[in-house]
């Protein structure tokens, strides 16, 4: 094989694993990055009165909710906009992989 092959399939090789981890994110680092969740939702997720639970909710429901906030569709959730705009599109995708592995 030429060179120029491997390296076309070196970097196919790297993009494709990048992205199976994006798609299916990745708990460990989710739960890390939800402490700056859990003063508001609970460091169970089970959230309270005034704030939703985040447990169980599954991995699409959670990223169309984050995008929304992102996005602005959901603007009136002021306190939610401004944490969903730190977030990258792994961070979401890490914090959904955790939520969905919670007990509601
Ligand atoms: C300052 C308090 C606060 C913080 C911090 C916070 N949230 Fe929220 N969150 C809320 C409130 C209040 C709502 C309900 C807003 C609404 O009506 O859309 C909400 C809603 C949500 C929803 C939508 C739930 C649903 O069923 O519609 C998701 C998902 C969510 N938060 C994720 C997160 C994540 C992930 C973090 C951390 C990066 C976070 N939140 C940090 C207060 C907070």
């Known amino acids: 094989m030429s060179k120029t092959a491997l390296t076309i399939l070196a970097s196919l090789s790297l ?29 169970d997720g089970k959230g309270d009165d ?24 959901r603007a009136e959730a002021k306190m939610m906009v401004k944490a969903a705009k730190k977030l990258s599109a792994e961070d979401i995708a890490n914090l959904a992989a955790y939520y969905a592995t919670l007990k509601p």
């Open 50 to 73: 005034e704030t939703p639970a985040l447990a169980g909710l599954s991995a699409a429901d959670f990223t169309k909710a984050m995008t929304e906030y992102q996005d602005g569709t």
């Open 15 to 43: 993009a494709f694993g990048a992205g199976a981890a994006w798609a299916g994110g990745d708990a460990a680092a989710g739960k890390a990055k939800s402490e700056a969740c859990a003063d508001c939702h609970g460091e």
